[in-house]
């Protein structure tokens, strides 16, 4: 069972890759919006990319209102 | 065309449409490559009776108001029809919204019911919001995990009473709906929507694109969207067509179920066909340069037969490739909620795919022009829908001015605002706020706003008055939130943006560490309501004898800044 730090890192990981950033430029808290520059639909891309990852199903409705990563990490932890 | 002269409500014309397609499928629902469900108007009518039923059984009648807070599935047509056959008013709220905001807009509209789905209702649940609509009584909850704490609310799944409701006539100037355009947390803005409203609509858009039974609209825009609601929902049951829900909308599953659903039509705001252009362009990319070569020999043969008008069958034959992904079936996508660019408009119609453009509001019953595609224009929003009357208020010099409109679907007013019903429609006419002009050809073009709002690529109004709040106690002598296009027009319709005006503490700096401050409480703001930039000022505000900020007055002033010196971007 990953810790919620694991996920976390594993989503930066991801988010990193996924959007063509450097490795280790995104923190935790980043507004991943803004950091990234993307829009929601974007978003609901990078989604799919963390779902096949971490092998569960996140209900569009779980990143309504989140903007930042370890938000983000938390709402997949809690469906590990 | 259709005729609906002899239906006096929504509830009646769906009543009858139930029965006259009652073997026909109306709904499918789909949760990624699952189908969870498909169902007839007979199975319709058959889960909608027992909640319409239960809900007269606990006192709901005519006129009584009830909210849905859905994402876009079978439950919500089926509930919506339920308040519809009772008599009641329908609320539809913005799934999107904060808890809060989702509970200010539920005490304003004054709705009894709640009608929404559990992760929504979780949150609801936990807002302090919730203590003050006090007249919400009753609360239905979709999907609620077993065991999971109900919070006072009932689930929706058992809320069914036996015996057949009864049907409650309404007069089609009986409002119908109270749709919220926009405004939370300043002045909600709840459009009270008749019957007659949506009867005309219906009938005018229907004139354009025809539903019948075997046609398939996918619903994307959320259906408490003025679109979605009359081209997701009330055209194609008037019509006996079918709608799909998918309950995700990741763009990979939305792609699949165009070609799994033989798709006819489908509605998205422009930042998602901008996305689906993107995705064709990047697949584009790929050919080798042969068969590029060859696909764009075959989009100009295409742009050259369909120079006059659309020819379905023959773009899908010359530009099989392209069409056989979107199912072959798709006859156009209907775009609404945002101005969308016309390179993006003229790149679908060159590949046969036409893009039905139009220009509209929420306070006109949805749309007021739509591109008839004869022939098909990328740099107007088309021609006014039958029974709207269209004219432009105050033209300047080059013909510009305010798109004024009258017809029998402009609302009523907005719910409890007189003041702001009587500022916006003027001896009939609605004013839009909205520049545009006609062209010889009776096309409409758009020029910019005339109100301080913007819309953005996803359809979204926003209000600056209405987020001022989170820059509440900046430690500034005062602030003021302006759309940039209002101080300085820019006749475009595209990249609007909001900006922070800034009257700083005398000899006070606009130092790192305040621009810092003003971007962390930006970043609490949903990123579509964002400011992008900041603008100093040197004088006091202009106000009002109560002190409120004269914003038409400040604006001005804020004008005669350079705009390019002045934005300082966050």
Same mark, same amino acid.
């Given at each position: 069972m990953r810790t919620l730090e694991q996920t976390t890192r594993e989503v930066l990981d991801l988010a990193s890759k996924h959007f063509n950033v450097p490795a280790g430029s995104l923190a935790p808290?980043? @507004?991943?919006?803004?950091? #990234?520059?993307? @829009?929601?639909?974007?978003? #609901?891309?990078?989604?799919?990319?963390l779902e096949n990852h971490f092998g569960i199903e996140l209900p569009d409705y779980e990143v309504q209102g989140v903007s930042d990563f370890r938000t983000l990490a938390s709402r997949i932890q809690s469906r590990l | 065309m259709l005729d609906l002269s002899k239906y006096q409500s929504i509830g009646a014309a769906l009543k009858d449409a139930l029965e006259q397609f009652a073997g026909e499928v109306c709904l499918i629902e789909a949760d990624r490559e699952r189908e969870?469900?498909?169902?007839?108007?007979?199975?319709?009518?058959?889960?909608a009776h027992p909640l319409a039923k239960a809900l007269q059984d606990v006192g709901f009648t005519a006129g009584d108001r009830a909210s849905i807070i859905m994402t876009n599935q079978s439950k919500w047509l089926i509930s919506a029809y339920a308040i519809f056959y009772a008599g009641g008013v329908l609320v539809p709220l913005d799934y999107k919204l904060t808890p809060d905001e989702q509970w200010q807009l539920l005490k304003h509209s004054g709705a009894k019911v709640l009608i929404t789905e559990y992760p929504i209702w979780r949150q609801l649940n936990a807002a302090t919001g919730?203590?003050?609509?006090?007249?919400?009584?009753?609360?239905?909850?979709?999907?609620v995990p077993a065991n999971a704490d109900l919070a006072g609310a009932d689930r929706w799944e058992d809320y069914r009473a036996s015996g057949e409701p009864v049907f409650v006539p309404r007069a089609r100037k009986d409002v119908a709906c109270i749709v919220y355009s926009s405004g939370t947390g300043g002045r909600p803005k709840g459009c009270m929507m008749t019957?007659?409203?949506?009867?005309?609509?219906?009938?005018?858009?229907?004139?354009l694109y025809p539903f019948a039974p075997g046609v398939r609209y996918l619903s994307i825009l959320p259906t408490n969207h003025a679109i979605d609601f009359m081209v997701g929902f009330f055209g194609p049951f008037i019509c006996g067509a079918a709608v799909v829900h998918l309950r995700t909308l990741r763009p990979e599953y939305v792609r699949e179920a165009f070609a799994k659903y033989k798709i006819t039509y489908v509605s998205l705001v422009p930042l998602v066909l901008k996305n689906l252009q993107k995705g064709l362009q990047a697949r584009f990319e790929t050919l080798s340069p042969g068969k590029r070569r060859a696909l764009n020999a075959l989009v100009a043969l295409n742009k050259a037969f369909t120079k006059n008008r659309p020819r379905l069958g023959l773009s899908r034959r010359l530009l099989n490739q392209v069409h056989e992904p979107f199912g072959g079936e798709l006859r156009t996508i209907i775009v609404g909620g945002a101005f969308t660019e016309p390179r993006t408009l003229?790149?679908?119609?060159?590949?046969?795919?036409?893009?039905?453009?139009?220009?509209g509001l929420t306070e006109a019953g949805t749309a007021i022009t739509v591109n008839d595609l004869r022939p098909f224009r990328a740099d107007t929003v088309g021609k006014p829908l039958p029974g709207m009357e269209v004219r432009i208020l105050n033209p300047s010099a080059d013909g510009i001015g305010e798109v004024a409109v009258r017809s029998k679907t402009i609302m009523s007013g907005y719910l409890n605002e007189p003041e702001l019903t009587a500022e916006t429609i003027v001896d009939g006419w609605l004013m839009t706020g909205d520049l545009g002009r006609f062209d010889p050809e009776g096309h409409l073009r758009l020029f910019?706003?005339?109100?301080?709002?913007?819309?953005t690529e996803e359809g979204k109004n926003v209000y600056p008055e209405d987020i001022e709040a989170v820059f509440e106690s900046l430690s500034v002598k005062e602030f003021c939130v302006f759309a940039a296009n209002y101080i300085w027009p820019e006749r475009t319709m595209v990249g609007e943006q909001l900006l922070l005006a800034l009257h700083l503490e005398p000899g006070q700096t606009y130092s790192e560490e305040l621009r810092r401050e003003i971007s962390a409480r930006n970043s609490k703001l949903l990123n579509y309501k964002r400011i992008h930039g900041v603008v100093l000022f040197g004088e006091d505000f202009p106000r009002t004898a109560s002190l409120k900020i004269k914003r038409n007055v400040l604006a001005e002033q804020l004008a005669?800044?350079?705009r390019a010196t002045a934005f300082l971007p966050l």
């Open positions: 808290e980043d @507004d991943f919006f803004k950091k #990234l520059g993307i @829009d929601s639909l974007q978003t #609901l891309e990078m989604l799919s990319r | 969870k469900e498909r169902l007839t108007y007979r199975d319709f009518k058959d889960r919730r203590s003050d609509a006090t007249n919400v009584c009753t609360v239905l909850v979709t999907e019957h007659e409203n949506y009867l005309e609509q219906c009938v005018a858009l229907t004139s003229q790149f679908f119609y060159d590949l046969g795919i036409p893009v039905a453009n139009g220009y910019g706003r005339k109100k301080n709002m913007i819309v005669k800044l350079d």
